[in-house]
């Protein structure tokens, strides 16, 4: 909740509709209503939208919303992924981390506006030390995993560089085993030899490829350091259309007759 009231104000995080408040003796508060999907939502539905282009079921799809070969995005949301990094950008000049950037935790209200949920583990509210790894295994970082009280803001940036990893490729970079299960994904992300975007996606051009790689460098050094210049370096080579969330999205559950999902 602290952590919450000192980010309001900014756009990208959504509004308190109320005081923390108790009941028999457990906190809580309300927040307002906000309409639209997850990032993780709309994933599903442009890969549901990949396999019925394959099955040739959709053939008059426009291009500024067809995927880029294999993947879920196309080149022209590298500019929605720069917006996403703008976004944390201003929650990192309030001395915010996030620490938990995956795509169930960024939503998309209808007309595009980008708020960033989920601050559970977030700093300054973690002020005690951790003995346990928590977020989330697919999106965490490496010093993450060594140590969760020493992430800094260079943390999120490779988080959210793993998000446009699986948003060009359509998969994680590392995968769990049925022998060592979510160990197996933890030890990719401590060695870093994840597969070059370009490698899975050759749709994917070797710059925007060589940028997300750059995000997801193992040492924080060699990362960006700060969110703006990961969303400038995703800016630099934005092609097509101006990426709108209300228009792109509704198109698709036109077409796939899925309005369950609004």
């Known amino acids: 909740f602290d952590v919450l009231e000192d980010l309001q104000g900014l756009e990208c995080v959504p509004g308190l509709a109320s005081e923390l408040k108790y009941t028999e003796g457990f906190p809580y508060f309300d927040m307002a209503l906000v309409k639209g999907i ?33 993947g879920i995005l196309n080149l022209g949301e ?43 583990f977030a700093s300054p509210l973690l002020d005690k030390p951790r003995t346990r790894i928590v977020g989330t295994p697919n999106y965490v970082s490496p010093e993450q995993i060594r140590n969760f009280n020493d992430v800094d803001i260079r943390g999120d940036v490779y988080s959210l560089a793993v998000v446009a990893y699986v948003g ?10 049925k022998e060592r299960g979510y160990s197996a994904v933890l030890d990719g992300h401590l060695k870093g030899d994840a597969d070059p975007v370009c490698e899975l996606n050759p749709a994917v051009p070797r710059e925007l490829s060589d940028i997300i790689a750059k995000g997801m460098a193992l040492k924080p050094e060699d990362r960006y350091q700060t969110m703006e210049e990961f ?5 630099s080579i934005t092609m097509g259309g101006v ?20």
Request: some cysteine; aromatic content about 16%; overall charge positive.
């Open 38 to 70: 997850s990032l993780s939502g709309i994933f599903r539905v442009r890969k549901k939208l990949a396999e019925m282009q394959k099955k040739g079921k959709l053939t008059d799809i426009r291009e500024e919303v067809a995927p880029l070969g294999n």
């Open 231 to 235: 969303g400038r370096a995703l800016e």
């Open 168 to 177: 060009f490729t359509g998969e994680t970079p590392y995968k769990e085993t």
């Open 243 to 262: 990426w709108d969330g209300n228009e792109w999205f509704l198109y698709f559950c036109w077409r796939m007759k899925w309005w369950w999902v609004v």
């Open 78 to 120: 590298t500019r929605f992924l720069s917006r996403i990094a703008y976004c944390f950008e201003e929650i990192h000049e309030k001395e915010v981390v996030h620490r938990d950037i995956k795509p169930g935790n960024l939503f998309v209200c209808y007309g595009g506006n980008i708020l960033v949920l989920d601050f559970g």
